[in-house]
């Protein structure tokens, strides 16, 4: 051809400057990847790893495992569906799948029924039944791949049926070569998000396994390990790495514990590439699918969870679900970060809108708990104690505020608004009555005129027009479990006093912890209101709040007669949920006659003493 190249030399040409163009790009983003993930090593960001909780994990990794299934289906029934990459892939995948069935390779497929028969037999029947009398498991795995590559090679399986085998394997290692460093400020986004994908990918393996044999894991060492495999692996030709699920779940399968196996395995692979890899040439790709196959059981299995989560929280249930939809019907990275954000937005709502409750008094005790949770609770005439069960900040506040007005039944908007209208009533009575006053005074003698009494009709028409008014004086809030307040939430406590006051209604706080305190300080809180009005205990708040009711005071003050000491009751629910009233050693014999006959005393370990109704209930 006179020195010219033809088409099909162009093409060629083409296609490997194509590949080295690739190869290139793909170990300038692992360069990237392991720079990145040293970095969030050094500087102590594993702790992240705190948001994968326990069922984002399982339903990320169960979602994972449905992608690993659908590239090994392929191999099973010996098919060639399309490649497909983004949201829904799975789903076409699948649709090629079906669509494929007719053309099945049932040479592939009575392979791949055969391995799996013989992998779930020795697995269940043999490694599982006697594994305490076996000295190592029976390397199963192992056995099924040399026999297939033997029988594959000596029956001709890819020439007779058509079956699709591993082929040629290069041998040797390339040479080291530094990624191009020019164009890596491309890269820089997709480096982020495949380095988080891919450490999330690992981290939630191995809490998975470390959860399994019972050990710790450690994500700073994970992300520095990675970030050294990856810089190190980017200089010979490889990309992005993380834990590899089926290959992982069938190293776990075959008895595989320590980081030996690790080394072990790598040498391996290294003789493979140097010596052994055209030995496997006639492998066909369903004897591996079925080795992978069966190790996804365990992954498979996880769907058992479901059952325990709905009766157990209702909100890891759904967070289990939502990660695994994610993950199956749009694609792995958008699993793992909408199941974190979705996750992360429970705990935010949780927050926002946690559980509140009136609390009453323990008989013959200074303890106070939820009436809603136990009976024979009494609550204090003219006190309602209101405990926030979460911290007080800017998203909270407004439920705060709604929850202390609805459970106290003291809303002092609505009083203000009453009131404001029985003014207006009152000031228009006033100016009527006036009208008149000077309309007959118009018809009198000068001798006869009078001046017009104002405070004399006004105490007349306030008598016809009461204020209305709360039939409580105080309202204490029990800030025991408010483990934190932001600026916002001060304002809207400074507010809700404010608003209480003008009602006539008067509020103390009471277990406020060192932070809250602190916090109210540097807020300027108590330039606007006194130190005063906090109490280390409810009780004390209570006792403060009866200065002006002494009746009610000495009453309470004579039904107290245990005092800053352990208790036990006769009744289901556990009682004693706060530090201050467990672990006392000696408790004294006490025996007290409830003015319920039916309630009477019970001995129990030393203390006999009847604090609830019979039918005292915890929900």
């Keep these: 051809m006179n020195g010219t190249q033809g088409p099909s030399d162009g093409m060629q040409e083409y296609n490997k400057r194509l590949v080295e163009y690739q190869i290139a790009t793909a170990c300038s983003v692992t360069l990237l990847v392991a720079f990145m993930q040293l970095g969030m090593g050094i500087l102590r960001l594993g702790f992240l790893t705190i948001y994968l909780s326990d069922p984002l994990i399982s339903g990320f990794t169960t979602g994972a495992a449905f992608h690993v299934l659908t590239s090994q289906v392929k191999h099973m029934f010996g098919l060639n569906p399309g490649r497909y990459y983004g949201a829904f ?24 029924v055969v391995c799996v028969i013989g992998l779930v037999l020795v697995k269940e029947c043999i490694n599982a039944r006697f594994k305490d009398k076996l000295k190592m498991p029976v390397p199963i795995e192992l056995i099924v791949v040399i026999v297939g590559t033997a029988v594959s090679h000596f029956a001709k399986f890819n020439e007779r049926f058509d079956m699709k085998i591993v082929g040629s394997i290069p041998t040797g290692i390339p040479p080291p070569k530094a990624p191009p460093m020019n164009r890596m400020g491309e890269f820089v986004g997709d480096a982020f998000a495949t380095a988080i994908v891919a450490f999330a990918i690992t981290i939630s393996m191995a809490k998975i396994f470390a959860k399994k044999h019972d050990y710790e894991v450690d994500s700073n060492q994970e992300l520095i390990a990675g970030g050294i495999v990856n810089g190190v692996s980017s200089f010979f030709s490889c990309y992005v790495t993380a834990a590899s699920l089926s290959r992982s779940l069938i190293q776990d399968t075959v008895g595989g514990v320590t980081q030996v196996v690790g080394l072990v395995s790598c040498v391996l692979i290294l003789v493979v590439l140097l010596a052994l890899g055209p030995l ?60 974190v954000g979705f996750s992360l937005l429970t ?25 809603q949770m136990y009976n024979g609770l009494k609550e204090i005439p003219g006190v309602k104690i209101f405990r926030f069960e979460a911290s007080l900040y800017y998203a909270s506040r407004e439920h705060f505020k709604d929850k202390l007005y609805e459970q106290t039944m003291c809303n ?17 009575a006033i100016k009527d009555e006036k009208n008149k006053f000077k309309k007959s005074q118009k018809t009198k003698e000068s001798t006869e005129l009078t001046e017009f009494n104002r405070e004399d009709f006004e105490i007349r028409i306030k008598g016809e027009y009461p204020m209305p008014s709360f039939e409580i004086h105080h309202i204490i809030i029990d800030c025991s479990t408010m483990g934190y307040i932001d600026s916002v939430g001060v304002t809207a406590l400074t507010q809700t006093i404010n608003e209480y006051k003008e009602a006539d209604v008067t509020i103390f706080l009471a277990h406020c912890k060192g932070n809250v305190r602190e916090m109210l300080h540097r807020a300027g809180f108590f330039d606007r209101h006194d130190r005063g009005m906090i109490f280390p205990t409810t009780h004390d708040a209570v006792l403060h709040a009866l200065d002006n009711y002494q009746d009610v005071k000495a009453d309470l003050e004579r039904d107290c007669v245990f005092l800053g000491s352990a208790i036990s009751y006769t009744g289901s629910g556990n009682l004693y949920d706060d530090e201050e009233i467990q672990g006392a050693n000696n408790i004294p014999e006490i025996t007290i006659e409830d003015a319920n006959e039916d309630t009477k005393s019970k001995k129990n370990g030393g203390l006999t003493e009847p604090l609830m109704d019979s039918g005292a209930k915890k929900l």
């Design 89 to 112: 892939k799975l789903i076409r995948t699948w649709i090629d799948l079906f669509t494929q069935i007719p053309q099945t390779n049932f040479g592939a497929l009575i392979t791949t």
């Design 347 to 371: 705990v935010v709502f949780r927050t926002q809108r946690p559980h509140t409750c009136i609390l009453g008094r323990v008989a013959h005790t200074d303890l106070y708990r939820d009436v």
């Design 280 to 339: 496997f040439e006639s492998l066909p790709n369903c004897v591996l699918a079925a080795i992978i196959l069966v190790a996804l059981k365990g992954m498979f299995k996880q769907f058992t969870e479901l059952h325990r989560l709905w009766n157990v929280c209702k909100v890891d249930f759904m967070v289990w679900l939502v990660t695994w939809a994610c993950t199956v019907f749009l694609d792995v990275d958008l699993g793992l970060i909408i199941g």
């Design 412 to 428: 002092p908007r609505k009083i203000k608004q009453q009131r404001v209208k029985i003014q207006r009533k009152i000031d228009n």
